[in-house]
């Protein structure tokens, strides 16, 4: 994951990150997190894994990245998906979420888009929003 942040290679690292996350989380197998996985996901391997998007993107993308952002809509689910690029509005389309093939790898894009790691981060599915709720909301980020 390092290397492919070092390089730049936002897609590559956030698909790592993701596999990363799900083997410590012994969600391997499975291919998603449950909500408990993200509660009690290891606050070190956390810290070292949103260091390090912080520190390759030069504060641009990062799990604490999107916690400040998080905390600035005041947990506002809507406001925190366009904020970050996750979910367009407009009068005429209304609120929709974006698909995952719809995501941005560069840093051209709003700041906290990255990392994206639930599969269904970008749908509006309750559990997807648990799950960024619950990783947004730790105090150890």
Same mark, same amino acid.
């Given at each position: 994951?390092?290397?492919?942040?070092?390089?730049?290679?936002? /897609?590559?690292?956030?698909?790592?990150?993701?596999?990363?996350?799900? #083997?410590?989380?012994? =969600?391997? !197998?499975?291919?998603? *997190?449950?909500?408990?996985?993200?509660?009690?996901?290891?606050?070190?391997?956390?810290?070292?894994?949103?260091?390090?998007?912080?520190?390759?993107?030069?504060?641009?993308?990062?799990?604490?990245?999107? /916690?400040?952002?998080?905390?600035?809509?005041?947990?506002?689910?809507? #406001?925190?998906?366009? =904020?970050? !690029?996750?979910?367009? *509005?407009?009068?005429?389309?209304?609120?929709?979420?974006?698909?995952?093939?719809?995501?941005?790898?560069?840093?051209?894009?709003?700041?906290?888009?990255?990392?994206?790691?639930?599969?269904?981060?970008?749908?509006?599915?309750?559990?997807?929003?648990?799950?960024?709720?619950?990783?947004?909301?730790?105090?150890?980020?």
């Amino acid at each position: 994951m390092q290397e492919l942040l070092a390089a730049g290679k936002w /897609k590559e690292a956030n698909e790592e990150t993701r596999i990363a996350m799900l #083997k410590v989380a012994g =969600r391997s !197998k499975q291919g998603y *997190f449950e909500l408990e996985n993200i509660e009690n996901f290891p606050s070190h391997q956390l810290y070292i894994i949103d260091q390090l998007w912080v520190v390759y993107s030069k504060g641009h993308f990062g799990f604490s990245v999107q /916690k400040d952002i998080w905390q600035n809509v005041q947990k506002d689910w809507h #406001k925190f998906g366009i =904020r970050v !690029k996750w979910a367009e *509005f407009n009068e005429w389309k209304d609120f929709k979420w974006i698909s995952s093939d719809d995501l941005t790898f560069n840093l051209k894009v709003s700041q906290g888009h990255l990392p994206a790691i639930f599969p269904c981060i970008t749908q509006s599915r309750g559990f997807s929003a648990n799950l960024v709720w619950s990783l947004l909301s730790r105090q150890d980020l």
